[in-house]
């Protein structure tokens, strides 16, 4: 189910694609036309965004504006939700913690792993 972003949601998702880009506040306030301060304003979600600012700050990070509201994750579907049940344990708490990792590289690692230890045979 969708929820509704609030702007500390917001400015969370700008300060980390900032960080991801490698960008200052200074540097990021001065390309959408605003003080450093206010910048900080936004990210720590003390101040509203008016719809002109999200876009030109979509633009500064070059994301399209949905990335703003986008949580990670949103789009998986809940294994329950499928009426598959977990048969361990095990299975129910790897699943948890898998979908907290949202470093896609991590996801990959891991999957590669499994793939590879379900491929070996065990010595008898």
Not at 41 to 59: K, M, P, V
């Amino acid at each position: 189910m969708y929820r509704i972003k609030d702007r500390k949601f917001i400015g969370m998702r700008i300060r980390d694609r900032r960080r991801e880009l490698c960008l200052s506040q200074e540097k990021l306030a001065e390309a959408i036309g605003i003080t450093y301060q206010q910048l900080q304003r936004y990210e720590n979600g003390r101040s509203y965004l008016n719809t002109d600012r999200l876009q030109a700050i979509s633009l500064a990070l070059d994301v399209p504006i949905t990335y703003l509201f986008k949580e990670t994750g949103e789009e998986k579907i809940e294994i329950m939700e499928k009426g598959l049940p977990y048969i361990f344990q095990e299975e129910k708490e790897f699943v948890e913690y898998l979908r907290k990792i949202d470093n896609e590289e991590y996801k990959k690692g891991i999957m590669t792993f499994l793939k590879l230890a379900a491929s070996k045979k065990k010595k008898s």
